[in-house]
């Protein structure tokens, strides 16, 4: 099992930026790859960013490319997501995800909490 603990996410306005953290901890070995998802109000839950676990590979969604950046500490345990430029569409809960390969899979990820962010115009 792995546990995941978010932190960050809040309210902002359009153009500012925020950063989300996960710290993992128990059964490391099923963190290979982690990342973000998002899920705004009656959408689905989408991918917005995943990092391979020695942080050498990295993918992003098309809307979020060139504004979002993930990154890994070295003890490889927590996962950043700093967010530039946000945007009202932007507007979501995000999940931390952690899979036993990368990308991580949604439907054998292990879960954050979830954060909210909130951009307003």
């Known amino acids: 099992q792995v546990q995941l603990v978010q932190s960050g996410g809040g309210m902002v306005q359009a153009g500012d930026s925020m950063s989300l953290s996960c710290e993992a901890s128990g059964q490391l070995f099923s963190t290979y790859g982690m990342g973000w998802f998002r899920q705004a109000p009656g959408k689905e839950r989408q991918l917005v960013a995943a990092?391979?676990?020695?942080?050498?590979?990295?993918v992003y969604s098309d809307a979020v490319q060139g504004r979002f950046s993930i990154s890994r500490d070295g003890g490889k345990k927590s996962i950043y997501l700093q967010m530039n430029s946000l945007k009202p569409e932007d507007t979501a809960v995000y999940y931390c995800?952690?899979?036993?390969?990368?990308?991580?899979?949604?439907?054998?990820?292990?879960w954050g909490q979830g954060s909210q962010v909130t951009v307003s115009s």
């Open positions: 995800a952690a899979d036993s390969i990368y990308p991580p899979r949604e439907e054998f990820s292990s």
């Open positions: 990092i391979n676990w020695s942080g050498g590979s990295t």
